[in-house]
């Protein structure tokens, strides 16, 4: 056979290996690629418990974590494995890379509790910590319990120095949670699983993946365009100056008809009294 016959048959089976690979490639990843859709769908859903839209639009990123499990007996830990994108300069958002997040408690508690977990980044210095390592919620960038309802003001820290506000999900109830301590470290063999081998976050927040992304994993990048869109939207109508009310067009009024009589310019005659009996 000839050389270049060989090749070509040997580049063709290669071809056919890798499209089976990634056909089957991160079903794990697709699991928890839907739960974050339906983490971050369930609480925008309801305007009590949503974040509040100016949160969510000027976020330059978003972390979700869905089911992360808090163990305690005395020494607590927490981890979990979530999703992060973040948002270019025009308003867009990335394909998310995927992360773990650990952490660590002592005190008096005990028992096993799965909660869900979000985390909205307001600046880039955290993102740049995770990207090129490991980074620690509270002591690489401050960390504040967020503020929950649409309109809710951000009391819990007046002047917005928070660099990232988190959320947790217990029991169908959504608060704010104080996360300080708790690391966040990228998850390389899933980003490899979903995205190619040598896959780095800065990669796949350019779009410079060499494997294109499950539809379940791209569904998370289009469920944070709609709720950043739709967040956007309300702000510029609360934002919109009301209008002052018209008054309305006063309407002619029709002169009143005379009901008496002209006056006469000939004297009354004087009034005689009766005679006297």
């Known amino acids: 056979m000839p050389r270049s016959v060989r090749l070509a048959a040997c580049l063709a089976l290669a071809a056919a290996s890798l499209a089976s690979t990634a056909a089957v ?9 839907q739960n974050a859709v339906r983490v971050l769908t369930d609480i925008q859903a309801i305007p009590e418990s949503a974040i509040p839209d100016k949160l969510f639009d000027e976020a330059r990123a978003v972390l979700v974590v869905p089911d992360s499990m808090k163990i ?9 494995r979530g999703l992060l994108s973040v948002k270019a300069a025009d308003g867009t958002w990335s394909n998310p890379v995927f992360v773990s997040l650990t952490g660590g408690s002592i005190g008096l ?4 509790q799965s909660s869900d977990i979000v985390l909205v980044f307001r600046s ?9 390592g490991k980074f620690t919620l509270g002591a690489d960038a401050g960390v504040a319990a967020g503020p929950v309802g649409r309109n809710a003001s951000a009391a819990t820290d007046g002047e917005m120095k928070a ?3 988190s959320w947790s999900r217990a029991r169908g109830l959504f608060a704010g949670v104080a996360l300080d ?3 966040l470290s990228i998850d390389d063999a899933a980003d490899e699983a979903v995205y190619g081998r040598d896959t780095t976050p800065r990669m796949i927040f350019e779009s410079r993946a060499t494997q294109a992304p499950s539809v379940d994993v791209v569904r998370f990048r289009d469920a944070l365009e709609e709720a950043s869109a739709t967040a956007r939207a309300r702000r510029a109508d609360e934002d919109a100056p009301v209008a002052a009310p018209v008054a309305a067009p006063s309407m002619p ?3 009143t008809p005379a009901t008496t009589s002209p006056v006469t310019a000939e004297p009354l005659p004087e009034t005689v009294p009766p005679p006297a009996h």
Do not use: K, T
């Open 181 to 183: 301590g708790a690391v």
């Open 25 to 33: 490639a991160g079903p794990q990843e697709d699991a928890r690629a």
């Open 253 to 255: 009024v029709a002169p």
């Open 124 to 132: 880039d210095r955290g993102l740049e910590s995770i990207v090129n």
């Open 109 to 112: 508690q005990a028992g096993v």
């Open 72 to 80: 305690g007996l005395v020494v607590g830990g927490r981890r979990g």
């Open 163 to 165: 660099e990232i506000w």
